[in-house]
């Protein structure tokens, strides 16, 4: 008995560790325990700043900075990893990657250019990599020389970016990596003295460059946070939440998401309690939830590489690379969840986007010019879904959009209906003359009867809905079993 207890002392500590280093999940629900540092609020936020995040539905990511010069080649040789990880590679050294700034000069960067591809593919808001963890920042900082003034391009990259997507009606939010490879007061985990007054001065730095970023963008609508998952900065929870809150206070509306701060106890994306910290939880990298139970009606953001796992440019796209159709199911399944798509681009050190990104642009874009009405603006619709694609709903209205991606042989689409309600139109987005009439085949159970089912790509049926006065009971008879 004494033994077993014994081992469970000596298992607990052990099980928070492994807790801080995994992908976190809610906590079982149980007694709740008393926490300074953990989540602010219970449920999602129900302001204006929030509702319009929640609306965007489609965004872009991207991910720009000295790593995109080498592109994950050096020295003849290919880097493995994910080509913006490259200076932790021992195929280059330290000094050859940090003397990259002298070559940073994005001469074909052309802001309006990008927000324009960005615009024409539906984008609605961007996050852009202000610092990723190399340090190096596209913005002239004020408290680093590690910033493109240092560089031959000398010029800020981030307030052209700025002006240049909100003048095409973009959104945007700034990635931010807490991890930080250039800073010598940088630690993963702080265990001597020094390692303490050293990260004190990190501390310090992060604050002021995260202030003069909201200071010199005022029209940021978040921040993106990233590399924050080392043990140093998880036991920042008392600076961390001060901090956010200070950001919120400086710019109301500001939208954080769960990747930022932890609480007192380590825990991060949930706290203790199994309360989401932050606005939307951000743990959605390359991969979606299957059901809606697994969101815990918590906001979220499903953040979409092309290839498997590369962000920066990679010059050798290698693997499976994503196709049109595949990235607008993505898209389709993560709205009908109640999250927002953002497909990453990682632009070339030249300043010029790859083209295989613009056609993807383009063809998401041409999908999306018909068919937005069902992207943005939608939710979950409710409904049991089916296995010819998705569902979405257009925020408190009746109207439900089916968005199809494989037609069955038979071409009959299910439709189940909440009791008691009817389909009084059904149409083709971006066809309305192309109408379907409804065979009701059980008490609010449809099928819509495709015209063909030689269909290329997804399309979108439009279902004005309404409420039944008549009692299902009448017409259809339970099986006695
Ligand atoms: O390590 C990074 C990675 O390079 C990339 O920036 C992604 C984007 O979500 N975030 C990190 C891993 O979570």
């Known amino acids: 008995m ?3 207890r014994n081992l469970l002392l000596l298992l607990i500590p052990l099980m928070f560790t492994c807790q801080t280093s995994l992908a976190q999940q809610p906590a079982a629900q149980g007694d709740k325990v008393s926490l300074v540092h953990g989540a602010h609020r219970t449920g999602r936020r129900t302001d204006a700043a929030m509702a319009r995040w929640r609306a ?22 290919t880097y493995n990893g994910a080509a913006e990880w490259i200076r932790s590679w021992d195929g280059i050294t330290k000094s050859a990657y940090d003397s990259l700034i002298y070559h940073f000069n994005p001469v074909k960067f052309d802001a309006t250019a990008w927000a324009a591809a960005a615009q024409q593919m539906g984008a609605k808001y961007v996050t852009i990599t202000t610092k990723h963890h190399d340090g190096f920042c596209l913005w002239p900082s004020k408290y680093t020389s590690y910033t493109v003034a240092s560089s031959p391009y000398k010029k800020d990259l981030i307030k052209p970016l700025v002006d240049a997507y909100n003048k ?45 970023l909201l200071e010199r963008y005022p029209t940021t609508k978040g921040l993106w946070f990233d590399g924050t998952w080392d043990n140093a900065w998880v036991k920042q929870a008392a600076f961390a939440d001060e901090l956010e809150t200070e950001m919120r206070k400086m710019r109301p509306g500001l939208i954080i998401g769960s990747r930022f701060r932890a609480d007192e106890n380590g825990k991060r994306h949930f706290d203790t309690n199994g309360q989401l910290m932050g606005d939307y939880e951000q743990g959605w990298e390359r991969k979606i939830p299957n059901t809606i139970t697994e969101v815990h009606g918590n906001d979220w953001d499903c953040v979409m590489t092309v290839p ?3 962000w920066g440019y990679n010059a050798a796209w290698k693997g499976h690379i994503k196709t049109t159709d595949e990235l607008l199911e993505m898209l389709a399944k993560c709205v009908s969840l109640d999250g927002n798509f953002v497909l990453n681009f990682g632009p070339k050190g030249d300043g ?28 979950y619709a409710g409904l049991e879904p089916q296995n010819w694609g998705y569902f979405t709903k257009k925020t408190g209205t009746d109207k ?40 009701e085949i059980q008490a609010s159970e449809s099928f819509i009867h495709l015209k063909t089912t030689s269909e290329k790509h997804p399309f979108v049926i439009v279902l004005e809905t309404a409420k039944k006065t008549e009692n299902p009971k009448v017409k259809y008879e339970k099986a006695k079993t």
Request: glycine share 8%; charged share 25%; with cysteine.
């Open 308 to 310: 498997e796992n590369q």
């Open 352 to 379: 010029s986007i790859r083209k295989e990104e613009l056609s993807l642009a383009r063809e998401i874009g041409d999908w999306m010019a018909v068919n937005q009405e069902a992207i943005y603006g939608c939710e």
């Open 168 to 212: 095409a009606g973009i959104d945007v939010i700034l990635y931010f990596s807490i991890m930080d490879w250039s800073n010598p007061d940088w630690r993963y985990d702080i265990k001597t003295k020094d390692d303490s007054i050293a990260f004190e001065r990190f501390k310090k730095f992060t604050r002021n460059q995260l202030l003069e």
């Open 2 to 4: 004494k033994m077993k």
């Open 56 to 77: 965007y539905g489609l965004g872009q990511f991207i991910h720009w900075g000295l790593y995109s010069i080498p592109g994950g080649e050096w020295d003849g040789k």
């Open 400 to 439: 439900i959009y089916m968005l199809v991606f494989n037609v069955p042989v038979s071409g009959a689409l299910r439709v189940k209906l909440p009791v008691q309600t009817s389909i009084s139109k059904a149409y083709r987005l971006g066809q309305p003359a192309q109408t379907f009439v409804p065979e």
